[in-house]
């Protein structure tokens, strides 16, 4: 028995596919095999016209043989539609059947003309190549069968009788018998091929609709993981940060208590920056940061930008060197935070890591059309370097060089990282040129629509805060957090109400209305959520700030969509906060 490879494969396969391919067989050819069943039974003594236009005096005789074939083979379906026999044993036992019966009419009774008698065999052939599908062993059998015994019952009347038969038709209907079981075996092959490469498929796809739902498990037990680290490293973090602030309004006596102070807004501002690094990355690696398109001014941007640097590269006595083209457009179109944020990232690195000599910005245009500006950004400095060994893997997330990770000043390996993926953002990607000991080059390119009108700059009014008779109410269930944002409001003279919970602030603001209030969105009894709706379905308009430790996008979206007026997220700063309140709360225009 000829067995193809897949075949063998899966003979003792775990999976189960040679239980399954047997069932799936049987059930795709079980309609050729009834078919050949019914045909058998019904047509076989029909032929016997056959015999009787020959005129074969002895057609009744032949005809009662076949009758009786018939009888049999319509037993073998009827047992077959009882479930007793499967289909393809169903055929092969009546095509079995056929061959006896047809042999001892060959034996037994005299043919006149053989050549009809082949055409209606080869009939026959065709007609059971076309309906029947089985396997190499039962196409084989009845080959070997048909030819053996119609072979015999020939010979036994005489061997001129097998050579006559063969001479009219016999050997194309012997060779056609020899034939079969290849067509049938290729047949066979082909749909075993297609089971076995349809199932592997099908096997695969659930495998990677498996690993596809791990992965977007994992993602959202990343994120959800992010988002609580999120709220229970900002909330404190919040209080840290505020209280050094409000310490810092205060006369101090001593130099002494001025240092601590001072280390503690350092570190507080270190840690503030490394979180916001991780959740940054986070935020732009799964696409949740989506580029502003404003108008902006490049030059202002990079005057501000080389200002905060002084005091640092003063510190450690090196060059800061800003070379800005002056034919550069007065007004680009683009996000200025995000790109602010990557020359500020590349600029902080190159002063890390350069002891003496310079650190140098330049930004030259590469291209120009009507509507849009090509430039190039390159940060160089002087510093340690960058040894080729590390350079394929520098912009990969906590990875640093050797060089670095054996220095004090080491990082995050945070900076690097989300530059590449902002850079994606804006459809660019950095370059890297260094050599240790002699400084290193990060280069960029980014296209801006742009405009030859200068930016019409808003002159900012003054404000005075004169509010009296506003109150806030303040809800939080962190009483850090209470401390900081009542002190805030203090400092300014606006009167303020607290609540720890969201149910708390519903029943407060009904006992008397607000001016504002101040929300966080994570809180027990009553989320800030609930709570808000609460006041929403009473009609208030009051503006409603959501303050919160989430610092996610969809978060922020979902707070804007809820009913909440702004969103602030912790920590903040004083200056932050007072921008946002004061925003939202009628205030007078002062005169400078």
């Known amino acids: 028995m000829i067995q193809n490879n897949f075949y063998r494969k899966t003979k003792n396969d775990p999976d189960g596919l040679q239980d399954l391919w047997e069932k799936e067989f049987e059930a795709n050819s079980l309609l050729g095999h009834r078919i050949f069943c019914f045909t058998s039974f019904i047509v076989y003594p029909l032929t016997a016209v056959v015999y009787y236009l020959n005129g074969n005096p002895d057609y009744k005789s032949i005809l009662l043989t076949q009758l009786i074939s ?13 479930g007793k026999i499967n289909g393809q ?26 050549y009809s008698l082949n055409i209606n065999l080869t009939l026959q052939l065709i007609f059971s190549v076309w309906v029947l599908r089985w396997k190499w062993s039962y196409a084989l059998t009845s080959s070997l069968t048909t030819i053996v015994f119609f072979s015999i019952a020939l010979y036994s009347s005489g061997a001129d009788v097998l050579v006559l038969f063969l001479k009219e038709g016999g050997m194309f209907y012997f060779i056609g018998q020899s034939v079969f079981p290849l067509i049938l075996q290729m047949r066979y092959t082909r749909q075993y091929r297609e089971f076995i490469y349809f199932h592997s498929l099908q096997k695969q796809n659930k495998e990677l609709e498996k690993q596809n739902e791990l992965a977007r498990e994992a993602t959202q037990a990343k994120t959800d993981f992010l988002s609580m680290m999120s709220h229970e490293i ?16 205060e006369d101090m006596k001593t130099d002494f208590q001025r240092e601590l102070v001072g280390t503690l807004k350092f570190s507080s501002d270190h840690l503030m920056a490394v979180v916001n690094d991780i959740l940054d990355f986070n935020k732009i690696n799964s696409n949740h940061v989506k ?3 404003e108008s902006f001014d490049l030059s202002l941007l990079l005057k501000n930008l080389q200002k905060t640097f002084i005091p640092k590269v003063q510190e450690k006595h090196l060059d800061l060197i800003f070379e800005v083209e002056p034919t550069l457009p007065p007004q680009l179109n683009g996000d200025q935070v995000r790109l602010n944020q990557i020359i500020t990232n590349l600029i902080h690195n190159a002063v890390k890591f350069t002891e003496k ?25 002087s510093g340690i370097g960058i040894a080729p060994e590390d350079q394929p893997t520098i912009f990969e ?58 930016l019409v700059k808003e002159k900012p009014a003054g404000i005075k805060v004169a509010l009296p008779e506003a109150r806030i109410l303040v809800v939080d269930d962190n009483a850090i957090n209470l401390l900081l944002a009542t002190n805030l409001l203090k400092k300014v003279g606006l009167q303020y109400d607290k609540a720890e919970n969201g149910a708390e602030a519903v029943e407060k603001f009904r006992e008397r209305g607000y001016e504002m209030i101040l929300m966080d969105l994570k809180m027990p009894v009553m989320n800030g959520f609930e709570a808000t709706r609460l006041i929403r379905e009473q009609g208030s308009l009051v503006p409603i700030i959501a303050l919160t430790a989430s610092a996610f996008t969809d978060e922020r979206e979902k707070a804007l969509s809820n009913g909440f007026t702004g969103y602030l997220v912790k920590p903040f700063l004083p200056k932050d906060f007072y921008d946002l309140i004061f925003t939202f709360l009628n205030t007078e225009e002062q005169k400078h």
Request: aromatic share 10%.
């Open 70 to 82: 018939s009888s049999l083979v319509l037993a073998v379906t009827i047992l077959h539609f009882k």
């Open 89 to 114: 044993n169903a055929s092969f036992i009546s095509r079995m059947l056929l061959v006896v019966f047809q042999s001892i009419i060959l034996a037994r009774f005299e043919t006149v003309y053989y």
């Open 234 to 249: 900002r909330t404190p973090l919040n209080g840290i940060v505020g209280i050094i602030h409000l310490m810092l309004q």
């Open 291 to 293: 580029l502003a398109q």
């Open 357 to 381: 000599g310079f650190v140098k910005l330049t930004v030259k245009e590469e291209k120009r059309d009507e509507s849009r500006i090509t430039l190039r950004f390159d940060v160089r400095d």
């Open 397 to 454: 997330i906590f990875t640093q060089s050797n060089t670095e990770a054996n220095r004090s000043n080491r990082g995050t390996g945070l900076g690097l990282a989300i530059t590449k993926e902002l850079l994606r953002l804006f459809g660019s990607d950095i370059k890297l040129e260094s050599e240790p000991g002699k400084g290193s080059s990060f280069s960029f390119s980014i296209e801006f629509p742009y405009s030859a009108q200068p």
